[in-house]
């Protein structure tokens, strides 16, 4: 029997509600049909952007929204997506599916989508093969309020404020598709760029990203930070304010891939594992950044995660889209509760990506639209944005899994305190068997619990398809007891629950 230990007198800092962001890039539908249909379109829009996928982003609060990519970012040129639509420039999109980008989704278009879902703003510059003039303008054109070149062609294509770029990524994965740099190269080319990533506004910073590594490249944390921050005097500190980490749940590593639906234990627990293992990237780079950064003055940005299965049958392999299942729903939950652990230093996260493109929260086709396992995750997990981590851990539930390479802890969780209600979220990794978890709080009050929920399939593979939207989603959950305030429940196998406490 698993006992869940709880200190509700130590909370462990804030948790960012940044750590529940969302990444949508021009790849596939997930801009295009996914989040944007034009405004001549028959399927419900305001502006242009679905009504659907605009409500139910904003059902889970989406926090901030990270645009225009991912490897697309380093091959986008702003200027391509600005002014009157019909001129805009047609370029293809070589890394995804080689298809035609005809820009009509661009700068004021994304501000506008953010606008309607009242989230902040991620913006990621293009370093590798845009210049450091283009990256500056652009962000002059975003945000200066007075008068300039780029703000009167901000005014002249019909936007007279200046907006709000919370964050701002200075090139994307330049290990890689973002110019294959190495670590010093791109270090410096760091240093030169966000030079001129210029502060217009005192009362609206822009938080400056630094791109950080790919999964376990730990040279590469250690040399950025080394050439940003070595010899560099103490007033030129704080030119980044986070350091991205990129790490996708890919069971068997990045070939093969396996499919999103079919999978058997061995792959349901070699998947759960892969989605722990951010827990031990987070703790490994983190104490890289701890030896330039004591302070932790910089952010970690998990600006990409979630994962990355075969593509659907049938469909583009460029495009990226996948199913989603109780597997992924599992794989949001320990992702979640890991990142909410690390508050101290996780700063930001993005799922990649948000509409029909990997691990997504929704999927469309046509004007349907469906909620994957994922959403209902992120909607119960919602309570934590913004909430104070609080000191927990559970003991004796053991581990679970189908061999020795593919063992995960049967439970995990993770706890925050926000406006008096403490809220538990808890996930059970077995494939077949339930756990009785005792809750213990550090105080002997007489707690009550004032929201059950759990998100549980009928069938571990179970999923939601246009024909059976309802499939996986959480209900209310009654499978627990409280005596004398004590909490005691029965966590079914393969389960996301969420208790909130009083
Ligand atoms: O999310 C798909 C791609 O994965 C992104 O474009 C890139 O940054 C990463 O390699």
Redesign the pocket.
Known sequence: MAKLIINENNEKGTIAPEIYGHFS?H?GRCIYGGLFVGDDSDIPNVNGMRKDVVDALKDINIPVLRWP????ADEYHWRDGIGEKSTRKKMVNT?WGGVTEDNSFGTHEYMELCSQLNCKTYVNGNLGSGTVQEMSEWVEYMTFDGMSPMAELRKKNGHEAAWKVDYFGVG??NW??GGNMTPEYYGNEYRRYQTYVRQYSKDKPVKKVCCGANSEDYYWTDDVLKTCYEHVPEDQHGMMDLLSL?YYTLPLGWLPKVSATDFDAELWYKTLRAAHHIEDLINRHGAIMDKYDPGKEIGMSID?WGTWFEVEPGTNPGF?YQQNTVRDALVAGISLNIFNKHCDRVKLACI??TVN??QSVLLTEGAKMVKTPTWYVFRMYRHHQGAKLLESAVTGAGEAGAGEDSMVPKITESVSKKDDIITVTLSNQSMTDAEEVTVQFAEDKKYEIVEARILKGGDVHDKNTFEAPDTVKDEEYKDYSVKDGRIVLKAPAASVILLRVR
């Not at 990519?69 to 697309?72: D, E, L, P, S, Y």
């Open positions: 890039e790849l990519g991912g490897c697309f890394h994307n994965e890689g598709c990129h990409e990226l990649a990506q493109v990997l």
